[in-house]
């Protein structure tokens, strides 16, 4: 059997280049959503300060450094896989996959909160903007569940070798998952820090 | 059929860690700004300025960007920094 060491030191793009395409791709569909969105502000700053005034900032809080311990996690577990302890690399999955359920849980008593207040998507241009961004990053949330239940599933084939496609798989995957908290940092200053 | 033989290889650990707590502390340094110690256009280049260099700090260490070939490394800096400078200057001048 050919084996290869890892050489983790080595000046190469994690990941695959396809999923840097996407993750650049996706950054700038974003960016043009954030511009939207302070465009908009700008053109009625008392209702986005009032809708601002809204949102449950201490959700919001709670939700970023959820996100932010998620990815620690991932982190994590790319390492401690690539150097060979994949049941500890399987824990961190498992806690990155625990955080993004707590996410999911805490975004829907979050917008059930609200529309039961009557701030739904309808309400005004700052809740559909919300209602449409917080949205379009909760898709990404489900789908960086899909991937972290697969990785959970391959990771457990794993004892003491790990074929390089299993690697750029753990690897592409992990950069997804940062793209979704990445993403969520900014829109947690958007909608839930600046007045 | 070609493996990968786990090394040990270099410990990131201490340095993911050391990144994650300076993230949550920028994340409650701009919780801070949003009612605290700024005029309220000041909090608002503080808090878009701090949440792109956490931007940063996510792409540099956990997508391990700080490993990647330049152009992707340049590529992301470029995007954090445009999007940054865009946002703030729209905040302000319209």
């Known amino acids: ?195 | 059929m070609s493996t990968v033989a786990l090394s040990k290889g270099e410990d990131h650990t201490k340095s993911l860690i050391q990144v994650w707590t300076a993230l949550v502390v920028l994340t409650l340094l701009s919780w801070w700004f949003r009612d605290h110690g700024l005029g309220p256009d000041a909090a608002v280049a503080a808090i878009l300025f701090i949440s792109f260099v956490k931007v940063y700090l996510v792409g540099h260490s956990f997508m391990e960007l700080k490993f990647a070939p330049s152009w992707l490394r340049h590529s992301f800096t470029a995007w954090c920094s445009l999007s940054c400078l865009l946002l703030i200057t729209l905040a302000f001048v319209l």
């Open chain 1, 1 to 195: 059997m050919n084996t290869t060491a890892i050489d983790t030191g080595a000046r190469r793009a994690p990941g695959e280049i396809g999923i840097w395409g996407f993750v650049l791709c996706d950054l700038i569909v974003f960016s043009l959503y954030f511009m939207t969105f302070l465009y908009e502000r700008a053109q009625r700053p008392e209702m986005f300060l009032e809708g601002s005034h809204q949102l449950n900032l201490n959700m919001g809080l709670i939700n970023t450094l959820v996100l932010l311990a998620s990815s620690l996690f991932v982190a994590l577990a790319v390492q401690s896989i690539r150097s060979g302890q994949a049941v500890l690399g399987r824990k961190y999955i498992l806690g990155a996959g625990l955080g993004g359920a707590a996410f999911i849980v805490n975004k829907m008593i979050e917008w059930g909160i609200k529309i039961s207040a009557g701030y739904d998507a309808q309400y005004d241009l700052f809740f559909q903007l919300y209602y449409m961004m917080t949205g379009l990053h909760f898709l990404h949330v489900l789908v960086g569940m899909v991937v972290l239940t697969y990785l959970w599933k391959m990771t457990a084939a794993i004892r003491t070798n790990v074929t390089p496609r299993q690697v750029r798989f753990l690897e592409n995957g992990a950069i997804y998952w940062h793209l979704v908290d990445l993403i969520w940092l900014v829109l947690f200053a958007l909608f839930y820090l600046i007045k």
